[in-house]
């Protein structure tokens, strides 16, 4: 089955600065490819996402891209702010009825004011 | 998006016993997905639940210790049965959203296990 890495494991970053989380899976069928951030003691939120089909997408200040060859993806948050604190976590989905959802082990995130 | 809410937001349960968590959606949904969560940990998928088919389970989940009811598009069940200490943990449910692919989260069950 689909496996994903993701790396790393704590990251702590100066406000203003950008923030960079590598992930990697193993199935070259993984099509979806989506980002959640989860606050502490709150749900998974999605946050952005990538299909395989494209090899990057901006939303305001965050950015994912994708090397389908390589087997990588990447979250770039640029201008953290202490409300980007938080655990992100990866996730790679496999095509067919049932989206099949393997996610990283996560991120957590610490931006210093 | 949908709005999810799950019933109990929390519980304390004893060995041995069984807990039914309940996840309501505002609208109504294909399919529907239940996780669990320990401790920061992350997210590992325990089953899918379409309306009118049995429930499709991951590697090393079971009916027996998960069954799982889809009665209708809104609703879900998820029971935990005969539970132990190492089934503390956040249960959460999930729906597809208007995207392929797409799933939001419900808020959680947070389940202690004495």
């Known amino acids: 089955g689909e496996n994903v890495e993701q790396h790393p494991s704590t990251l702590s970053v100066q406000e203003g600065d950008s923030a960079v989380i590598k992930c990697t899976y193993s199935?070259?069928?993984?099509?979806?490819f989506p980002w959640y951030k989860q606050e502490l003691g709150k749900r998974p939120q999605l946050i952005i996402d990538i299909r395989s089909n494209v090899g990057e997408k901006k939303d305001q200040r965050i950015a994912v891209t994708l090397n389908k060859t390589a087997k990588h993806f990447s979250l770039h948050i640029t201008e953290t702010q202490p409300e980007d604190s938080a655990v992100y976590f990866c996730?790679?989905?496999?095509?067919?009825?049932?989206?099949?959802?393997?996610f990283g082990t996560g991120t957590k995130l610490q931006v210093i004011p | 998006s949908a709005v999810i809410s799950q019933k109990p937001s929390r519980d304390i349960c004893q060995r041995g016993t069984s807990l039914t968590i309940q996840c309501q959606v505002d609208?109504?949904?294909?399919?529907m997905f239940w996780y669990r969560q320990q401790p920061g940990q992350s997210l590992t998928l325990i089953a899918t639940a379409n309306q009118g088919s049995e429930a499709t389970y991951e590697s090393g989940f079971v009916i027996d210790k998960f069954p799982i009811s889809r009665p209708n598009l809104t609703f879900s069940t998820l029971t935990v049965s005969n539970m132990s200490p190492e089934d503390s943990s956040i249960y959460l449910c999930?729906?597809?959203?208007?995207?392929?692919?797409?799933?939001?989260f419900g808020p959680g069950t947070r389940l202690t296990v004495t």
């Open positions: 199935d070259s069928a993984s099509n979806y």
């Open positions: 996730a790679a989905t496999l095509p067919g009825g049932y989206q099949k959802v393997t």
């Open positions: 999930s729906v597809d959203g208007d995207r392929v692919d797409e799933q939001y």
């Open positions: 609208s109504q949904v294909t399919m």
